[in-house]
């Protein structure tokens, strides 16, 4: 029995150790939870930082993209127009009087009296003024008197020199006699027309007491009054003009003309004139001639424009501007002024060529302000940038905007 009692507790001791180990394989099993945990977790993370590399590599390549699309500049194009348009042709201009001479005397003396002040029409062959001339009248009074002598000379060697022929046919003298007298005879001839000549001169110089005008004009200036000493024109070094008279029934107006413009000038043209005081009013003029030569000064080819002014519209020495119509070229191209780029090479243009800038050197023909005319280098399909910048070179690749293209 007590052997029975000592095994009793021994089984007891062994079931509930049995039962420990029972009891405690639940945990044994939470343990592997926790490990798939740990899994997940760390697929999770590698996941989440594998996303966000994608999506930083992708904002890289974004940037990288919108970088290069923002090296490439975007230009505004235009397309050359064909022909230049006809323009006006504004020059300045002297107008002349058509016939203009300053009026001189011939002969010294007082003047007596005038009878025309500036702005006096007068015609051919009216008086202008008198002169008195003393001198002149004393000189040709002898030069008269004296004509009168070798006349009297010449008859009287006349006579002897007949008489001396009759004695000559009866051998009453030498023939060295008869011939001594015709040669006195001959040389007093000679005197008398010598002496009439002389009286003629005065005479003219005594005509020329009286001024009148050479053609009919105006009196535009007037340089003497009544008592003034008058010297003769040709015979000083500074004469004093007395009268200025100007025919102004037709006008000459001379222009310069650039010689840009010198072969679209020809005679027969039409030419319209205005004046500053009113620019509305035109006068027109014909081109009647030209220098047919370019001035070595100034470049410039000297134009004559014609125009009747028997209305008195224009006034001689007036300043005028003349407006000449050149006809347009149709062989050439016509580009903003905002395309010329200025290189130290020349005058370039930038013209796009398959999405690549191509710096064109171009000539310019006339310039009209905000366009300019061009007469080689362009073709008809080129595209031309506007506004270039100063940076711009051959070769760089560009972005044509769609607005723009094919203006």
Same mark, same amino acid.
């Given at each position: 029995?007590?052997?029975?009692?000592?095994?009793?507790? !021994?089984?007891?001791?062994?079931?509930?150790?049995?039962?420990?180990?029972?009891?405690?394989?639940?945990?044994?099993?939470?343990?592997?939870?926790?490990?798939?945990?740990?899994?997940?977790?760390?697929?999770?993370?590698?996941?989440?930082?594998?996303?966000?590399?994608?999506?930083?590599?992708?904002?890289?390549? %974004?940037? =990288?993209?919108?970088?290069?699309?923002?090296?490439?500049?975007?230009?505004?194009?235009?397309?050359?127009?064909?022909?230049?348009?006809?323009?006006?042709?504004?020059?300045?201009?002297?107008?002349?009087?058509?016939?203009?001479?300053?009026?001189?005397?011939? !002969?010294?003396?007082?003047?007596?009296?005038?009878?025309?002040?500036?702005?006096?029409?007068?015609?051919?062959?009216?008086? @202008?003024?008198?002169?008195?001339?003393?001198?002149?009248?004393?000189?040709?009074?002898?030069?008269?008197?004296? @004509?009168?002598?070798?006349?009297?000379?010449?008859?009287?060697?006349?006579?002897?020199?007949?008489?001396?022929?009759?004695?000559?046919?009866?051998?009453?003298?030498?023939?060295? %006699?008869?011939?001594?007298?015709?040669?006195?005879?001959?040389?007093?001839?000679?005197? &008398?027309?010598?002496?009439?000549?002389?009286?003629?001169?005065?005479?003219?110089?005594?005509?020329?007491?009286?001024?009148?005008?050479?053609?009919?004009?105006?009196?535009? =200036?007037?340089?003497?009054?009544?008592?003034?000493?008058? !010297?003769?024109?040709?015979?000083?070094?500074?004469?004093?003009? @007395?009268?200025?008279?100007?025919?102004?029934?037709?006008?000459?107006?001379?222009?310069?003309?650039? %010689? &840009?413009?010198?072969?679209?000038?020809?005679?027969?043209?039409?030419?319209?004139?205005?004046?500053?005081?009113?620019?509305?009013?035109?006068?027109?003029?014909?081109?009647?001639?030209?220098?047919? =030569?370019?001035?070595?000064?100034?470049?410039?080819?000297?134009? %004559?424009?014609?125009?009747?002014?028997?209305?008195?519209?224009?006034?001689?020495?007036?300043?005028?501007?003349?407006?000449?119509?050149?006809?347009?070229?149709?062989?050439?191209?016509?580009?903003?002024?905002?395309?010329?780029?200025?290189?130290?090479?020349?005058?370039?243009?930038?013209?796009?060529?398959?999405?690549?800038?191509?710096?064109?050197?171009?000539?310019?023909?006339?310039?009209?302000?905000?366009?300019?005319?061009?007469?080689?280098?362009?073709?008809?399909?080129?595209?031309?940038?506007?506004?270039?910048?100063?940076?711009?070179?051959?070769?760089?690749?560009?972005?044509?905007?769609?607005?723009?293209?094919?203006?």
């Amino acid at each position: 029995m007590p052997t029975q009692q000592a095994v009793e507790p !021994t089984r007891a001791d062994v079931v509930p150790a049995h039962k420990e180990d029972v009891a405690t394989a639940p945990p044994q099993g939470g343990s592997g939870s926790g490990r798939m945990l740990g899994i997940v977790l760390a697929v999770a993370l590698l996941a989440a930082i594998f996303y966000g590399i994608h999506v930083r590599s992708s904002h890289e390549k %974004e940037l =990288a993209q919108a970088t290069d699309e923002a090296a490439v500049p975007t230009v505004n194009v235009v397309r050359p127009k064909l022909g230049s348009a006809a323009q006006e042709l504004v020059l300045p201009g002297n107008v002349q009087a058509f016939t203009e001479t300053p009026i001189y005397s011939r !002969t010294d003396g007082y003047l007596k009296k005038w009878y025309f002040d500036i702005g006096s029409h007068v015609r051919r062959g009216q008086l @202008l003024a008198e002169i008195e001339t003393p001198e002149i009248d004393q000189q040709l009074q002898q030069s008269r008197s004296e @004509l009168e002598r070798i006349q009297a000379n010449m008859e009287l060697a006349g006579v002897t020199s007949n008489r001396w022929q009759s004695l000559l046919a009866k051998h009453a003298v030498s023939q060295q %006699e008869a011939d001594q007298a015709r040669s006195n005879y001959i040389a007093a001839q000679a005197a &008398v027309d010598a002496s009439k000549a002389n009286v003629r001169r005065l005479e003219q110089l005594q005509s020329y007491e009286k001024i009148v005008a050479p053609f009919d004009g105006i009196i535009t =200036a007037r340089n003497t009054d009544i008592g003034d000493l008058i !010297t003769a024109g040709s015979g000083s070094t500074n004469p004093r003009e @007395l009268f200025h008279l100007a025919a102004t029934g037709k006008l000459r107006v001379y222009v310069s003309v650039p %010689e &840009v413009y010198a072969d679209v000038i020809h005679d027969g043209d039409k030419a319209d004139l205005t004046e500053d005081s009113d620019p509305s009013v035109k006068i027109s003029g014909v081109i009647v001639r030209n220098a047919r =030569a370019i001035d070595y000064s100034t470049r410039t080819l000297n134009v %004559e424009v014609d125009v009747d002014n028997r209305d008195g519209a224009l006034l001689p020495g007036a300043y005028v501007f003349a407006h000449f119509h050149v006809p347009g070229g149709s062989n050439t191209f016509t580009i903003p002024s905002n395309t010329l780029l200025f290189r130290a090479e020349g005058l370039r243009v930038g013209a796009v060529r398959n999405d690549r800038v191509q710096l064109v050197p171009v000539t310019i023909g006339h310039d009209y302000g905000g366009t300019v005319e061009v007469t080689s280098g362009l073709t008809g399909s080129d595209e031309i940038i506007l506004d270039p910048s100063d940076s711009l070179a051959s070769g760089m690749s560009v972005l044509v905007s769609g607005g723009a293209k094919g203006r």
